[in-house]
């Protein structure tokens, strides 16, 4: 059995004009091995985004680039671009659903464009912000999607809502729109659970994180930070979050906290109390946990595990930090002269070949890429009444089926919590017992032989010490007769 590989996806981009292009590149968590680069892209922040390889397809990236009206689709097959999408604007920011069945992007100017990948069919297009829109983000089950502005707004808005036929004549209305930011809003987060029932992370340069219900449409709790906040990361179960500022301060707001009680220590949530509440970093007296990046960031991300935290800096540098200890651990630096703009973590795609040429009969050839069709840049009515949309129907002798994400966790849910990889040769740890042995006998052996010579050093100290207090005693009683002695000398030489 293939036991599953966390990887990191990045995008990089050009710090400067002289960098050149930037590119998509593949890492090994944990040793930091480039498994696959995509080049010829050049994406800036919340610019490229991607839908995994799932469920019998092969996933696809998508990345809008900086001074083009483009954007650039890959599969996670090749290394090449596989197709150039022209769309109607440069676009501010981008974002694709987890099944990879609707695109949506934002302008400078505050419109929100939404396009069927299958087909490429612009559903929707509208002046969503007054000014431009920073970030896009779909829910965990794609039926919603969140924007927000650099005129400190969000919106919510609902896929049926866009998609709606006779609502195509006039302006979408949004499902919600929060208006309690009082600046810019630079990124957002949608929290687990199907929609509605899931709630919104969103993060402001006023300094402030804020939770929405969005099933009672109301704000749950604010979160003052002392820093403009730019980028935020929440934790799976959503027991804590990372608020993150662009000159490279990062802070941790735990949602919960533990209360003296009668039976011991109790856990209590944090926050909830409406928008009237305002919680500070540090209030309760708890301690502000606060890690430090020497470079600006650019882009934050946690582990699948939940166990380490990563930040993309100006400077090209990953920096991979332990999330209990707060110490950087890792710092992969293969991207200098280089932005870290996008940086996420997820299972190795089953149908990632890197630079491998693709050979006849093999397996992974057999895999289809997930469907995608060049972007309408203009909505047309007969287009959506024809609704074609492109599938690939393969005659396979053997069926190939990729497992879903929740299928793998489940399959290798033991060795994710194990403490040594269970794929460990019993020679090994074997040949590790007998080590530990050889080195107890060798040890065992030196504190004897230690201890003979401490006692052949003791033994000759003390005949030292002996030999001068027996000398220093027989001087003095030669000290006793030696005027006597004389005085018969005398006597003698007078006498001669």
């Not at 502000?288 to 582990?303: A, C, D, H």
Request: hydrophobic content about 40%.
């Amino acid at each position: 059995m293939v036991q599953p590989q966390e990887v990191i996806l990045c995008a990089v981009g050009p710090s400067s004009p002289a960098s050149g292009a930037g590119g998509i590149y593949i890492h090994d968590l944990q040793t930091g091995t480039t498994l696959a680069s995509f080049k010829q892209t050049s994406a800036p922040v919340h610019c490229t985004t991607f839908a995994p390889s799932t469920q019998g397809q092969g996933g696809v990236l998508l990345a809008a680039q900086s001074e083009k009206t483009l954007v650039h689709a890959y599969s996670f097959q090749k290394d090449q671009i596989m197709l150039r999408i022209a769309v109607p604007e440069k676009l501010s920011c981008l974002a694709i659903d987890r099944q990879g069945r609707f695109c949506a992007g934002g302008t400078s100017q505050g419109r929100l464009y939404l396009w069927e990948v299958s087909s490429g069919i612009l559903f929707a297009a509208f002046d969503a912000h007054y000014r431009a829109v920073n970030v896009v983000r779909f829910s965990d089950d794609g039926t919603a999607l969140a924007t927000g502005s650099e005129d400190s707004g969000v919106s919510v808005w609902l896929i049926s809502s866009l998609l709606d036929n006779e609502l195509q004549t006039g302006l979408p209305m949004p499902y919600w729109m929060p208006t309690d930011h009082t600046l810019a809003v630079m990124d957002l987060q949608w929290g687990m659970g199907a929609f509605p029932g899931c709630r919104l992370f969103t993060v402001s340069l006023d300094s402030t994180c804020k939770i929405w219900d969005i099933t009672t449409k109301t704000l749950m709790t604010t979160f003052v930070f002392p820093s403009p906040l730019s980028f935020i990361a929440v934790e799976r179960t959503e027991r804590t979050f990372f608020a993150a500022s662009a000159e490279g301060e990062i802070f941790q707001m735990n949602l919960f906290r533990q209360r003296p009680g009668a039976s011991g220590f109790r856990m209590e949530a944090v926050g909830g109390g409406g928008g009237a509440e305002a919680i500070r970093l540090g209030e309760g007296g708890d301690d502000i946990r606060k890690m430090k990046s020497e470079q600006p960031l650019r882009s934050l991300t946690i582990s699948l595990t939940s166990a380490m935290l990563l930040a993309g800096t100006i400077d090209g540098s990953i920096l991979i930090y332990d999330i209990p200890s707060h110490q950087l651990i890792r710092s992969l630096n293969v991207h200098k002269g280089y932005t870290i703009d996008m940086v996420a973590t997820l299972l190795r795609p089953p149908d990632l070949l890197g630079h491998a040429p693709l050979g006849f009969g093999n397996k992974e050839e057999q895999i289809p890429i997930l469907p995608i069709a060049a972007f309408q840049r203009v909505k047309d009515q007969r287009a959506r009444e024809r609704h074609d949309v492109p599938m690939m129907l393969l005659a396979l002798d053997e069926v190939c089926i990729l497992p879903s994400i929740s299928d793998q966790v489940q399959q290798h849910h033991s060795y994710f919590l194990s403490d040594l990889p269970s794929s460990a040769p019993d020679g090994s740890v074997a040949s590790l017992q007998t080590r530990v042995s050889d080195l107890e006998n060798e040890v065992a052996k030196l504190r004897g032989q230690l201890g003979r010579a401490k006692g052949v050093n003791d033994t000759m100290w003390e005949t030292v010490v002996r030999s001068v207090l027996k000398g220093e005693k027989d001087g003095i009683n030669g000290d006793e007769h030696g005027p006597e002695e004389g005085r018969r000398k005398r006597q003698r030489v007078a006498a001669a």
